[in-house]
């Protein structure tokens, strides 16, 4: 059985899927009342399954006429798919971001699940023992020269 996040991540991402152009435009009070929970779990979705680095873009507005548009960034396009992610690497980057690119290329279909694994692995803080912020640095080399890879193959 699913649990509510899974749920709603998955209703989502089948409304992106028909969607035409690749964006879904949402009511927060809504997709809540249809699935009888409170806005915040969708916010906690949205914030943690939907997120650049899986291959997202999320603007939202608040208010009576508020709305969450979501847009599924084209990894048709794997070259700028992948630039977008190195783009987000950047020089330094957290174990939990370098996560969420490694799970977003694994979704895309870029990677293989043991590729994968390795990969988390050799992202983690207890692989990588020395401190931050040069932690963080390393971690960004490796996983910009992974994606360089990716692209290239």
């Known amino acids: 059985m699913h649990n509510m996040s899974d749920i709603i991540e998955q209703y989502l991402k089948q409304l992106l899927a028909e969607a035409q152009d690749d964006v879904v435009e949402i009511k927060r009070a809504h997709i809540a009342e249809k699935f009888d929970c409170v806005p915040s779990q969708l916010n906690y979705v949205i914030k943690t399954r ?17 709305y969450i548009r979501i847009t599924k960034i084209e990894s048709n396009d794997k070259a700028a798919f992948i630039k977008h992610l190195i783009e987000l690497t950047g020089q330094q980057i957290t174990q939990q971001n370098a996560e969420h690119i490694i799970e977003g290329l694994f979704q895309n279909e870029l990677i293989s699940e043991r590729e994968r694994k390795i990969l988390l692995s050799t992202m983690h803080r207890d692989v990588l023992m020395v401190d931050v912020p040069y932690r963080d640095y390393i971690r960004a080399n490796i996983l910009r020269n992974v994606l360089k890879i990716v692209h290239y193959s």
């Open 50 to 66: 939907f997120t650049n680095e899986h291959g997202y873009q999320i603007e939202s507005k608040r208010g009576g006429g508020g």
